[in-house]
């Protein structure tokens, strides 16, 4: 069997899984969580006076431990407080690599923030998640980069936001691709129930 039909065959059971984005996403976080733990025992093994014992015992060590524990149960818990988890997990890194922002062109918080988005999209959890993206969007991460920059010159404040502007930029033409698809998808589901209301209506006076 070549790579190619194994490709296809994963990519169609990924498609027919309603839960196959929860899966991906769990098992990620806690994959990326157990790789990041790993690296950060052995540069700590590095530093005079710490043993493996105390390196994995560590606060960083442990919360990404947790982190990633949560991943892998998130992934495989068919439950609607999985999915917001998930979310949060994503919109609260966003908001704290912005408070521990240490280079200009540091757009890393805008990557977390959109996958954020990209969830909230796709899980469907109402409208109280699009209200916790948007307040996540104009409240909670321009003060967290206010914050994180705060401890700056203002020098280096003004050479940043470029690269602050470019992220708003994304942020909004994404904004604006998640509300079309959305419009989009209601118009057909629309569609879809007129016709099926009209074929049963049909039916109920043939019979």
């Given at each position: 069997m070549s790579i190619k039909v194994i490709l296809e065959k994963s990519i169609r059971r990924f498609a027919a899984d309603p839960d196959g984005l929860q899966k991906l996403v769990g098992i990620t976080i806690g994959a990326v969580a157990a790789v990041v733990g790993v690296l950060n025992i052995l540069t700590y093994l590095q530093l005079p006076g710490y043993s493996l014992l105390k390196a994995a015992l560590d606060w960083s060590v442990l919360s990404i431990a947790l982190t990633g524990t949560f991943g892998f149960v998130s992934a495989f818990w068919k439950a609607p407080i999985a999915r917001w988890a998930q979310i949060f997990v994503f919109l609260?890194?966003?908001?704290?690599?912005?408070?521990?922002?240490?280079?200009?062109?540091?757009?890393?918080?805008?990557?977390?923030?959109?996958?954020?988005?990209?969830?909230?999209?796709?899980?469907?959890?109402?409208?109280?998640?699009?209200?916790?993206?948007?307040?996540?969007?104009?409240?909670?991460?321009?003060?967290?980069?206010?914050?994180?920059?705060?401890?700056?010159?203002?020098?280096?404040?003004?050479?940043?936001?470029?690269?602050?502007?470019?992220?708003?930029?994304?942020?909004?033409?994404?904004?604006?691709?998640?509300?079309?698809?959305?419009?989009?998808?209601?118009?057909?589901?629309?569609?879809?129930?007129?016709?099926?209301?009209?074929?049963?209506?049909?039916?109920?006076?043939?019979?």
């Open positions: 609260l890194t966003a908001a704290l690599s912005s408070v521990t922002v240490n280079t200009g062109g540091n757009l890393s918080s805008g990557i977390f923030l959109i996958f954020g988005l990209i969830l909230i999209n796709e899980y469907g959890l109402g409208r109280l998640s699009m209200w916790i993206g948007a307040i996540f969007i104009v409240l909670i991460n321009p003060a967290a980069l206010i914050i994180g920059y705060s401890k700056y010159s203002p020098s280096f404040v003004i050479q940043a936001m470029l690269p602050i502007i470019g992220a708003i930029v994304l942020i909004i033409l994404f904004g604006g691709v998640l509300l079309r698809h959305e419009f989009r998808h209601r118009q057909d589901r629309d569609l879809l129930e007129s016709r099926v209301k009209e074929r049963t209506a049909e039916l109920e006076v043939a019979l």
